[in-house]
């Protein structure tokens, strides 16, 4: 789903002086329900997403708990299956519309033991048996709910399953771009309403005989943040579009919230300084929006969290793009098909990047059902090792799965993260093993 004609509904919306108002649509339209959308079945289409079309029900997204916040993949909600229903125990905090909605896709493990493999969504109904709620008091956001939900043996059916059990976090990975481009959105479009509003108080408002929009040193900090409104919003825009036409744009949809958000906090807090002491005062819109703006920098992923993101992709080369084989149009290394991993492995030296490894010392096992390779990088020279008796001391990784599954991740048939995160690969330390996928060519 891509953000396409919604962008005008998220920037009517955005514009409305009330942050609180703004997520509570924003939370219902691009957080929760595309998820049904994207992976319900006609059972939960029919009876969640017609009713929250209709305004008859509203959603919320529940990923965030008391011990998991930024480390999402820490979650503790467990949905244990028994006969027709899953048994729901555990806590998620800072829900928007948790206590007046009426249903929570919420996050939770399934199969505890099988880390991000073991992650799936549930529909969950807010009135069950066994959920309790507490409303949170904000800084700002005072129109919108927030609530802590508890939830004690709670009976989930189990046709209120999204999509596949296990894909849980792939599910999320996919939507988080939808919620990050919404905050960009949020963000650049909120800051035009605002320097709008204060430009007319600034024509209005006299000191020294002039009125204030006539001292240079606020002409140019208006100057200043219309310039940097405007690149943003069209970044934003140009990002929205490559995700409607199905690009997976993490890099892009990463700067949108990080700079989107970032520069409306910095927006109000400026705005505020125009009105002077008015600014301060609740008769003036610029106080609530002043706010409602600090969140923008923390929820659905914090300014440092874009940060690491966009760091990896762009310092470590890690990418989280769909898998494509040859997107580089490059010949492919590898002779003729059928493909076996003894084959791929042997084009590695041909696709180690040794500008990339300098000074890298890295050592990873793979076990295939067929055969094992160790993977040696040590002072940036790669060797690679198909016999135990050649088993470094050390191994940084241990990457266990079958043929088959390899062969279609490396040709871009099955995208590495839903391999990953479907258990298809395990992998023993996620963070070296995209460290080492960097330092190789595409096949
Ligand atoms: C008003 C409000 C509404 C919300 N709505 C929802 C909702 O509807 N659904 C939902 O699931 N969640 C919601 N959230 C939760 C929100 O997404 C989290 O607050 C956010 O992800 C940060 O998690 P945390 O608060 O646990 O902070 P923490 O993860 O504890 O982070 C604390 C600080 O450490 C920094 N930090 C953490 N890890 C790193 C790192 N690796 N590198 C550098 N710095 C790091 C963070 O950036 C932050 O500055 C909401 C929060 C608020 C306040």
């Given at each position: 789903m891509g953000i396409g004609w919604q962008n005008t509904t998220c920037e009517e919306i955005s514009k409305v002086f009330s942050g609180g108002f703004t997520i509570t649509a924003a939370v219902q339209a691009f957080m929760s329900t595309p998820y049904i959308m994207k992976?319900?079945?006609?059972?939960?289409?029919e009876n969640y997403l017609k009713p929250a079309i209709t305004g008859e029900k509203i959603g919320c997204i529940g990923i965030t708990e008391p011990g998991a916040g930024s480390d999402a993949a820490n979650i503790q909600t467990r949905a244990i299956k028994e006969g027709d229903?899953?048994?729901?125990?555990?806590?998620?905090?800072?829900?928007?519309?948790?206590?007046?909605?009426?249903?929570v896709i919420l996050v939770c493990k399934t199969n505890p033991e099988a880390g991000a493999a073991g992650v799936s969504l549930l529909v969950l109904d807010l009135d069950a048996e066994g959920v309790s709620k507490n409303?949170?008091?904000?800084?700002?956001?005072?129109?919108?709910?927030?609530?802590?939900?508890h939830f004690d043996n709670v009976k989930v059916p189990v046709k209120n399953l999204l999509g596949e059990e296990g894909k849980g976090f792939?599910?999320?990975?996919?939507?988080?771009?939808?919620?990050?481009?919404?905050?960009?959105?949020?963000?650049?479009?909120?800051?035009?309403?605002m320097l709008e509003y204060s430009l007319k108080y600034m024509n209005e408002r006299s000191a020294f005989g002039r009125t204030i929009n006539?001292?240079?040193?606020?002409?140019?900090?208006?100057?200043?943040?219309?310039?940097?409104?405007?690149?943003?919003?069209?970044?934003?825009?140009?990002?929205?579009?490559?995700?409607?036409?199905?690009?997976?744009?993490?890099?892009?949809c990463s700067m949108v919230k990080l700079l989107a958000t970032e520069l409306a906090d910095k927006c109000m807090y400026q705005c505020l300084q125009f009105f002077g002491g008015y600014g301060?005062?609740?008769?003036?819109?610029?106080?609530?929006?002043?706010?409602?703006?600090?969140?923008?920098?923390?929820?659905?992923?914090?300014?440092?969290?874009?940060?690491?993101?966009?760091a990896k992709m762009v310092i470590d080369d890690i990418g989280y793009e769909r898998a494509e084989s040859n997107v580089d149009g490059q010949p492919s290394t590898v002779d003729s098909q059928p493909l076996t991993?003894?084959?791929?492995?042997?084009?590695?030296?041909?696709?180690?990047?040794?500008?990339?490894?300098?000074?890298?010392?890295?050592?990873?096992?793979?076990?295939?059902?067929?055969?094992?390779?160790?993977?040696?990088?040590?002072?940036?020279?790669?060797?690679?090792?198909?016999?135990?008796?050649?088993?470094?001391?050390?191994?940084?990784?241990?990457?266990?799965?079958?043929?088959?599954?390899?062969?279609a991740v490396e040709t871009g048939k099955l995208n590495p993260q839903e391999a990953f995160m479907t258990g298809k690969i395990k992998v023993s330390d996620l963070m070296q093993m995209m460290a080492f996928g960097a330092l190789f060519k595409k096949l």
């Open positions: 992976h319900g079945s006609e059972y939960l289409k229903y899953y048994i729901v125990n555990g806590s998620k905090t800072f829900i928007t519309n948790g206590i007046y909605g009426q249903f409303k949170l008091k904000k800084l700002g956001w005072h129109a919108s709910d927030t609530a802590e939900l792939y599910y999320l990975m996919g939507g988080l771009q939808l919620e990050r481009l919404s905050a960009g959105i949020m963000g650049y479009a909120s800051c035009e309403a006539k001292f240079q040193v606020l002409r140019h900090r208006v100057a200043q943040l219309a310039a940097e409104i405007e690149s943003i919003k069209i970044f934003t825009l140009q990002t929205c579009k490559m995700h409607e036409e199905g690009k997976y744009v993490v890099k892009e301060y005062m609740e008769e003036y819109k610029v106080a609530r929006a002043f706010r409602d703006s600090r969140i923008g920098t923390i929820g659905g992923g914090s300014s440092e969290i874009m940060r690491e993101i966009i991993v003894d084959k791929i492995f042997a084009t590695l030296p041909a696709r180690f990047k040794t500008e990339k490894a300098v000074g890298k010392n890295l050592n990873l096992e793979f076990r295939f059902d067929s055969s094992t390779y160790y993977v040696l990088i040590k002072d940036g020279n790669l060797e690679i090792q198909s016999t135990d008796d050649r088993r470094p001391s050390t191994v940084d990784c241990l990457v266990e799965t079958d043929d088959a599954t390899y062969i």
